[in-house]
């Protein structure tokens, strides 16, 4: 499985992107997926996850009320709507595919995509 992950750039405190997550794999609707971020000299730090049949939904704490997550499996996509965004969500942001149910831990995950840069100014 491939995944691409696009739709970073530089933003504005307050503002808002939308970072999608493309599969190469017409069987990307049999995995769950995550966002992960990293900045320097950190792990992968869980953002957001999403089950096969996008009826559940996963936050961190940080995320709750300004991200959200959803997928459109006939288009083996995965999103990640951010809202409100901080100068601390600038990062590396990562999608990944995983059949595992342990969402928040990215050594569950098998498939990665190569990461967006998002930098949010203050």
């Known amino acids: 499985v491939q995944l691409q992950a696009s739709g970073g750039g530089s933003v504005q405190a307050g503002g808002s992107l939308r970072l999608s997550c493309a599969a190469s794999?017409?069987?990307?609707?049999?995995?769950?997926v995550g966002w992960f971020r990293r900045t320097p000299g950190k792990e992968h730090e869980f953002v957001a996850a999403i089950n096969r049949a996008a009826d559940t939904t996963h936050y961190a704490e940080f995320a709750e009320g300004r991200f959200t997550i959803s997928r459109d499996n006939a288009k083996n996509a995965v999103y990640l709507q951010m809202n409100s965004l901080k100068p601390e969500d600038t990062a590396v942001y990562y999608c990944?595919?995983?059949?595992?149910?342990?969402?928040?831990?990215?050594?569950?995950?098998?498939?990665w995509g190569q990461g967006t840069q998002v930098t949010v100014s203050s």
């Open positions: 794999t017409r069987t990307f609707g049999s995995y769950n």
């Open positions: 990944a595919a995983t059949e595992s149910r342990v969402y928040y831990s990215g050594y569950e995950y098998d498939y």
